[in-house]
């Protein structure tokens, strides 16, 4: 079984800054990918950014250059940096890793409970 447990977001003023962050635990062989997806009202969910293996990243356009995904030294963890703040930022952001829970299985998608993140003066 393999666990997301994420923690920030909240409100804050266009301009302003937040960080989310994402603890990775179970039964874990391998972790092929790390990302944070967001859904606002009335849309689909969409990628903002994506790390992989040997930390090649991929951001959403509407992101570059504000947000910035990283992972912790045991890589258990993957954070999302968000700078520059706007109101179209406003969505529900969910962590997404793609996992192996054994060697020779095949890559398997797991999502966190979502974290609310608001921008508005």
């Known amino acids: 079984q393999v666990q997301l447990m994420e923690s920030g977001g909240g409100l804050v003023q266009p301009g302003g800054s937040l960080g989310l962050s994402c603890a990775v635990s179970?039964?874990?062989?391998?972790?092929?990918?790390m990302a944070w997806h967001r859904q606002a009202p009335g849309k689909q969910r969409e990628l903002v950014a994506i790390?992989?293996?040997?930390?090649?990243?991929n951001y959403a356009d509407s992101v570059k250059g504000r947000f910035t995904i990283s992972t912790d030294n045991t890589e258990n963890t993957v954070y999302l940096q968000m700078n520059n703040l706007k109101p179209e930022d406003t969505a529900v952001y969910y962590c997404?890793?793609?996992?192996?829970?054994?060697?020779?299985?095949?890559?398997?998608?797991?999502w966190g409970q979502g974290t609310q993140v608001t921008v508005s003066s």
């Open positions: 997404n890793v793609v996992v192996r829970v054994r060697l020779l299985t095949p890559p398997a998608n797991y």
């Open positions: 179970g039964s874990i062989f391998s972790i092929d990918a």
């Open positions: 790390i992989r293996n040997r930390g090649i990243t």
